[in-house]
C-alpha cells in the first residue's frame, strides 16, 4: 500500500470508529462474532531452506514434519499457523504480477513484541519494508520462494478513526525509533504465545467481482472501499481480514503448477450454524462449494474465487 493518510480523504474530518460505526455489511448473510483466521497452506521449492527461515527469521517452530509437508507454530502454541508444502523445481514467486497471495500477516500480541521483532531484524542483517496503516503498525518481508509476509501489531481500538462509514487507514512512515523504545530490555525470543494470524492480501482482477464474491458471498462487511487499487473486508468489526487489490496489473494472471504460491488460507467460524449459512449463501450464488468431512479438517468447505485462490472454511 502507498497512500498517506492525507491522500484518501484529504481534509475529511474523521470520529472515533466506535462499535458499529463503521463497515458495510453484505445484503444477506453475515460472518458472525468470533471467525479468525486460520493457517495459510504455500507451495516452496525446499522445505528445508523454507524452514530455515521461518526458525531463524520469523522465530515459528516446528510443530510436525514429514517428507513433503512442514507445519510452523509459535513458540508457546501448538496450533500452525503455516502449512509449507515441498515440490522440487518450481520456480520463485513472481510477487506483485501474478493472481494470488500477495502477503499473509501474522498478528503479534503488543507493540513491544515488534519492538522486539524489529530490533531482531537488525541484529540479523534482514531487509523489511515497513509502515504504519493508522490502526496498525507493519514490518513486510519475503521468503526464500518470494512469498509476500506482514508481521504487525494492532492499535488498541479506541484509537481507529473513521471517515463516513470508512476506517481511516493509510500508509505512513513507521515511527521505527519508538517502536524499539516499546521492546525495553527484553531479547527476541521467537514468535510470541498469542500471535495469530491476523488478516491475508491477495491480488485479484476486479475490486467489483471481490466484493461480490467475499462480501456477498462469502459474509464480510466492507470497511475500506477508497483506497486506491484495493478493497479491505472484515469480520467482527475488525479492520481487515482480507485485503484484496488489483496492483498486479490488468494482463496479471494465476500461478502456474511450477510456481511457488499460496495453495489454500483458512477462515475458522464458532460453531455449525454459521458454516451451513455461508454453504447456503455460497450455493444460493452459483459458487462451486464441495463440502469435506475428512480427519484432517473436520467439517469443513473448500470454494476458490473468481481467480482461483482456494479458501477453506472451517470450524
Known amino acids: 500500500m502507498g497512500v498517506t493518510s492525507d491522500g484518501i480523504f484529504g481534509e475529511a474530518e474523521s470520529e472515533p470508529a466506535t462499535a458499529g460505526s463503521y463497515g458495510e455489511p453484505p445484503n444477506g448473510f453475515r460472518l458472525p462474532s468470533g471467525t479468525r483466521l486460520g493457517p495459510v497452506r504455500l507451495r516452496v521449492a525446499d522445505a528445508g531452506r523454507s524452514v530455515a527461515f521461518y526458525e531463524s527469521v520469523l522465530g515459528l517452530r516446528v510443530l510436525d514434519r514429514s517428507a513433503s509437508q512442514v507445519m510452523l507454530g509459535t513458540q508457546g502454541d501448538d496450533v500452525p499457523l503455516v502449512e509449507l508444502h515441498e515440490k522440487h523445481g518450481i520456480r520463485p514467486s513472481p510477487h506483485q504480477s501474478h493472481l494470488g497471495l500477495y502477503h499473509f500477516a501474522i498478528l503479534l500480541p503488543d507493540r513491544p513484541s515488534l519492538g522486539r521483532f524489529l530490533r531482531h531484524l537488525g541484529e540479523i542483517d534482514a531487509r523489511a519494508g515497513a509502515a504504519d496503516h ?22 488498541p481500538r479506541s484509537r481507529w478513526r473513521r471517515i463516513g462509514k470508512q476506517l481511516k487507514m493509510a500508509t505512513d512512515p513507521l515511527d521505527v525509533p519508538g517502536i524499539i523504545r516499546e521492546a525495553g530490555d527484553t531479547a527476541w525470543g521467537g514468535m510470541p504465545p498469542g500471535s495469530v494470524m491476523g488478516h491475508l492480501h491477495l491480488h485479484v482482477g476486479d475490486l467489483a467481482r471481490a466484493g461480490l464474491f467475499y462480501s456477498e458471498g462469502i459474509g464480510l462487511d466492507r470497511t475500506v472501499w477508497q483506497y486506491p487499487g484495493a478493497l479491505f473486508m472484515a469480520a467482527d468489526g475488525y479492520h ?39 454453504a447456503e449463501n455460497l450455493n444460493r450464488g452459483k459458487h462451486a462449494v464441495e463440502r469435506d468431512n475428512n480427519s484432517a479438517h473436520g467439517d469443513s468447505l473448500r470454494v476458490k474465487d473468481p481467480w482461483g485462490t482456494a479458501l477453506r472454511i472451517q470450524l
Open 134 to 155: 493508522l490502526v496498525s503498525e507493519s514490518l513486510y518481508l519475503q521468503d526464500p520462494d518470494n512469498l509476500g509476509i506482514e508481521i504487525y501489531a494492532d492499535r
Open 240 to 278: 481487515h481480514h482480507l485485503g484484496t487489490n488489483t496492483w498486479a496489473g490488468p494482463d496479471a494472471h494465476a500461478p502456474g503448477p511450477d510456481t511457488a504460491q499460496l495453495l489454500e488460507w483458512t477462515m475458522v467460524l464458532p460453531d455449525s450454524r454459521s458454516l451451513d449459512a455461508v
